[in-house]
């Protein structure tokens, strides 16, 4: 079944870190745009970072010097280290791929909670 999955997400107090993680076993990373992307109650799903099949890099301004998005082609995985963790970061995250020649995200995944809070 091809599918995408994340992990990682949990609860972290303010200041915090955490490092989630994206995997599949039936979908190839290699050559395909992958990026996290959030979503907090009440509010739309916002861009959070991501990265071309070459590893150029894009972030929301709210993550950037933050967040840090990276991947591993052999594992067939992107990460997402976050750090210096805000209550504002508190949503679900999810992770999405896009092939290079489309603009639509073809694939996400089912999401992991983030909760920063004391």
């Known amino acids: 079944q091809e599918q995408l999955m994340e992990s990682g997400g949990g609860l972290v107090q303010p200041g915090g870190s955490l490092n989630l993680s994206c995997t599949s076993s039936g979908i190839v990373f290699r050559f395909n745009t992958m990026a996290w992307y959030r979503q907090a109650p009440g509010k739309q799903r916002e861009l959070v970072a991501s990265?071309?099949?070459?590893?150029?890099?894009n972030y929301g301004d709210s993550v950037k010097d933050r967040f840090t998005i990276s991947r591993n082609d052999g594992e067939n995985a992107v990460y997402l280290q976050m750090n210096s963790l805000k209550s504002e970061d508190t949503a679900v995250y999810y992770c999405a791929l896009r092939f290079p020649t489309t603009r639509r995200w073809a694939h996400w995944g089912p999401g992991t909670q983030v909760t920063v809070s004391s």
């Open positions: 990265i071309a099949g070459h590893g150029d890099t």
